[in-house]
């Protein structure tokens, strides 16, 4: 198994600009969470899914930050407008289930200029 | 939630056992007890969890302190690949959410 797939794996772009960060998860998982990793605030759960419906987004930053599954095998994180504060490594990880452990993608580090 | 304290860092000679302890005196009864680790620049990894009893797994050992107020995490034998961020988590099963909420954990360096 390739594990969770993250695309890109750098993104640098420009205070404005929109970023999409894309998450293909283990076949077979039915949960699917994207955190985000800084140096001040460590690693924070922004969103999970079950069966891809949303099921708790309470760590979504704003209204800039958005994110779908439209179906199990595909997940975006989108950010319009990009700040420099969004600055950070954005990891997704998937579970079999809820409750079941998470294995965690490489990770996507955004630079915003 | 139930919050944990970690050290912020600690050392081990490569080859040696090491405990890495995990406090968590507020916990309560329905709280899970997990352990991830975050090598450099990867993603955090599962490690281990239990409730009440100790767990033995391929990575390794967590013994749960009878009041369930601490729990260790333990290496059998550290090795150079070992040195990451341990991150001791509590999750509640009854709380209607299954997310994880990561404190700074501990740093361990291993010495070769």
């Known amino acids: 198994d390739a594990g969770v797939i993250q695309s890109p794996r750098h993104e640098v772009t420009e205070m404005g600009q929109e970023v999409t960060l894309r998450c293909k998860p283990i076949?077979?998982?039915?949960?699917l969470f994207w955190y985000r990793q800084t140096m001040m605030r460590g690693l924070e759960l922004l969103i999970y899914?079950?069966?891809?419906?949303?099921?708790?987004d309470s760590g979504m930053p704003e209204d800039r930050f958005s994110a779908k599954m439209p179906n199990a095998s595909f997940s975006t994180l989108k950010i319009q407008p990009s700040e420099p504060r969004d600055s950070a490594v954005y990891f997704c990880?998937?579970?079999?289930?809820?409750?079941?452990?998470?294995?965690f993608g490489p990770g996507t580090r955004l630079t915003v200029l | 939630d139930a919050k944990t304290t970690q050290p912020n860092s600690m050392e081990s000679n490569e080859e040696e056992p090491v405990h890495l302890p995990c406090n968590h005196s507020?916990?309560?009864?329905?709280?899970?007890i997990h352990w991830y680790r975050q090598l450099p620049s990867q993603g955090p990894e599962y490690v281990i969890h239990?409730?009440?009893s100790n767990v033995n797994n391929r990575m390794a050992s967590l013994a749960i302190a009878e009041d369930r107020k601490s729990s260790t995490l333990i290496l059998h034998r550290a090795t150079l690949r070992d040195a990451a961020v341990y991150y001791c988590?509590?999750?509640?099963?009854?709380?209607?959410?299954?997310?994880?909420?990561f404190g700074t954990g501990t740093r361990l360096k291993v010495l070769a």
């Open positions: 507020t916990i309560s009864g329905t709280d899970y």
């Open positions: 239990g409730l009440t």
């Open positions: 076949s077979g998982h039915n949960s």
């Open positions: 988590i509590l999750r509640d099963v009854t709380s209607g959410t299954y997310k994880y909420i």
């Open positions: 990880a998937s579970s079999r289930a809820e409750h079941n452990e998470q294995f």
């Open positions: 899914f079950n069966n891809n419906v949303p099921i708790d």
